[in-house]
């Protein structure tokens, strides 16, 4: 599943041993493996071979320029949603027919400038929004390549906010409104919309939810072609879950298994985006425990990690597995909350847990945070972000450093009237 293991006592991710790496960089880090990575990359590319689909990595969960390096030179397109994501891919040198772009909000200058760059395909998500990219090619005197996200009303049973395939939520169209943009299709003279997408959420344990909403589309598409109307994608999205605690996510294989004798049966060349499943278990986030405070009621592991790197926890309520950089036996097991230094109570990595109670100083690894990770961190309490480390057998580079706190004033003025 991973790279990161116990040798003896003593942590290690591939073959570097975590602790060296604390001593250099001090905490809290990020740390990835870059053979955990591109396995579980490899291991879509290998399921779906018999289709060679174009598999687009979901920037969002992490964007860090390295690893999309690592992973386009490997052979992945990229799925993203904003002119910074597309900077980014740009500047990795994924080219731009490998290049799908979704959010319900695209602006008009995200949108020329996808354009210009020559993306694969938008992700249309409404139909002013379809208005839009039609009258940002007429200008820019260019025929765009759009699939239509469908919104297929399917319960992907995940976290409430990571549901995006029912019709209350923001994202994609019903059937209807789909339909009705196909027949007036003519009206949108600078479009080719040749393509379907549905994501119906992330963290999806159960391949169900994946069949339903992908049955549910392929009948809309056979009946497109009913009508006469012929299509060139299908873009089926991410949301592949992966282990944090005790899941039992359907494995590539399994997925594939389902899926690919109706994804054959369309003829369309099939796009994935998978993000979480790529990156999520080949991160960690290392922390050093700062203080252990006894309250009447409970104790508290403090740490130098807070919500801010990463904020999973406090806002899905998600689960990441912690585990000492060197393994203590003869410490007692206690329940424990595992706290962040932040002004919130909402600031935690872990309630309750029973573990091997800690000494001050201690290093601790938490685990599965390469998705969603970095990717959504801050500097609120005007916390400097982390530095992201990446190893490679028993070698690691710092892929991006921690910020100063000159960073953390960067861009900022005092106005004349308050001088
Ligand atoms: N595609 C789209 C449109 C998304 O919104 C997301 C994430 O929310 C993804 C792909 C990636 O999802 P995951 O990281 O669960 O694979």
């Known amino acids: 599943m991973h790279d990161f293991k116990y040798i003896g006592n003593r942590f290690y991710c591939e073959s570097l041993n975590v602790e060296s790496v604390a001593r250099k960089v001090g905490t809290p880090f990020y740390l990835y493996s870059h053979k955990t990575l591109l396995d579980h990359f490899r291991k879509i590319q290998r399921a779906f071979k018999d289709i060679d689909p174009l598999i687009c990595f979901s920037m969002k969960a992490n964007s860090s320029l390295a690893l999309v390096r690592a992973l386009v030179n490997a052979g992945a397109g990229l799925d993203i949603v904003s002119g910074g994501e597309l900077f980014k891919a740009l500047k990795v040198g994924c080219p731009g027919n490998r290049i799908v772009y979704a959010s319900v909000g695209k602006t008009e200058e995200e949108i020329l400038e996808a354009i210009k760059k020559g993306i694969l395909f938008f992700n249309v998500e409404s139909l002013p929004e379809l208005d839009l990219i039609n009258e940002a090619s007429h200008r820019l005197n260019k025929v765009t390549q759009v699939a239509i996200r469908i919104n297929p ?34 009206r949108f003279g600078n479009l080719n919309i040749n393509g ?5 959420g992330s963290q999806i344990i159960d391949g169900a939810p994946f069949l339903d909403a992908i049955r549910r589309v392929i009948r809309f598409i056979d009946n497109l072609r009913f009508l006469g109307i012929r299509l060139e994608y299908l873009n089926i999205g991410g949301g592949l879950g992966i282990i944090y ?11 594939a ?36 405070k006894k309250s009447v009621e409970k104790t508290f592991v403090i740490v130098d990690a807070g919500m801010n790197d990463l904020i999973r926890p406090s806002l899905y309520q998600a689960y990441h597995e912690i585990l000492p950089l ?10 424990v909350d595992v706290v962040g230094p932040i ?26 945070a390469g998705a969603y990770g970095f990717s959504m961190s801050s500097n609120y309490n005007s916390r400097k972000r982390t530095c992201e480390i990446l190893a490679k057998g028993s070698k690691f580079a710092v892929i991006r450093k921690r910020q100063s706190y000159q960073d953390l004033v960067e861009g900022e003025t005092i106005p004349n009237f308050i001088k």
């Open 343 to 368: 002004c919130e109570s909402g600031d935690f990595f872990a309630k309750n847990r029973k573990m091997c109670l800690p000494n001050e100083g201690d290093l601790l690894a938490i685990m599965s």
């Open 257 to 292: 298994q389902a899926v690919l004798p109706l994804l054959k049966k369309t003829g369309l060349k099939i796009i994935l985006e998978p993000g979480r499943f790529i990156v999520g278990n080949a991160g960690i986030l290392v922390t050093k425990v700062l203080y252990i």
């Open 326 to 335: 060197n393994k203590y036996s003869s410490r007692p097991i206690k329940a």
């Open 245 to 255: 605690k005790d899941e039992k996510p359907q494995t590539a294989d399994q997925f």
């Open 196 to 200: 379907i997408h549905m994501h119906i």
């Open 153 to 186: 009303d399917v319960e992907p049973g995940t976290h409430q906010y990571i549901t995006t395939g029912k019709l209350t939520n923001k994202f994609g169209m019903d059937f209807l409104t789909a339909r009705k943009i196909f027949e007036q299709r003519s």
